[in-house]
């Protein structure tokens, strides 16, 4: 096990969603501007393309739902859960996601930008690459995701974990790190190695993160 700081703060697991065991279908209800949508059931809907601003969702379960393209701006997801579900090319300003879980779902392409993550557990995901800048990213747990390339400059982290995550090229710059920590994570290329201070990595990536460190400091191996 390696770490690039001396001290690294506990990192808690994150809230599971609080969903009601009776949820009612969503039938024809749309996400849309203003909307408030509660204790529903969405199952292969498809809101690809559109543009929401100050929508709510509470309590509600997406399956193989399609948010392509879609825009959403200054909205809230929260106890709620996302399975197979395509996120990608999301454009997400300013969204928040509140005790969630997304599964098996795609976020390729997809940026998101100035919001919050918020006991989050994210799981069999592929986002090769997406941007996650300006977030807010607490209590959130990756596991068994595909970011080679993703983009988590200017983010700040706490009591956040990547487990067996590619993160292969992925760029780290400017994060504000609380306690982060990386298991058996690929960590090739990485950029901004130097930001994550406050990181506990273990399993091989130590040695990958290591040489990324290195070459930030200019030294060259031959």
């Known amino acids: 096990m390696a770490r690039i700081t001396r001290q690294c ?4 697991s994150p809230q ?3 969903i009601s065991s009776s949820l009612s279908d969503a039938e024809d209800r749309i996400l849309e501007d203003d909307a408030i949508l509660k204790r529903m059931r969405f199952q292969q809907t498809v809101f690809a393309g559109l543009t929401v601003e100050a929508a709510e969702a509470e309590g509600c379960e997406f399956s193989n739902v399609r948010f392509t393209g879609a825009e959403l701006r200054q909205s809230q997801f929260s106890d709620s859960t996302f399975d197979t579900c395509d996120w990608s090319q999301l454009v997400a300003g300013d969204v928040s996601l509140i005790r969630c879980e997304v599964n098996g779902s795609r976020l390729t392409g997809s940026s998101w930008k100035s ?3 918020r006991d989050v557990r994210v799981s069999n995901c592929v986002a090769t690459p997406a941007v996650f800048r300006h977030m807010k990213i607490y209590a959130t747990v990756f596991e068994d995701c595909r970011f080679a390339g993703a983009d988590f400059q200017f983010t700040e982290m706490h009591n956040v974990r990547f487990v067996n995550c590619d993160l292969s090229g992925a760029q780290f710059g400017n994060v504000k790190v609380g306690s982060m920590r990386m298991e058996n994570c690929t960590l090739l290329d990485v950029g901004g190695a130097a930001a994550l201070k406050g990181t506990t990595v273990a399993g ?3 040695m990958e993160l290591a040489l990324s460190l290195a070459r930030e400091a200019g030294i060259a191996f031959e």
């Open 16 to 18: 599971a969603p609080r």
């Open 115 to 117: 919001g919050t993550f």
């Open 9 to 12: 703060g506990r990192v808690k």
């Open 204 to 206: 091989p990536g130590s």
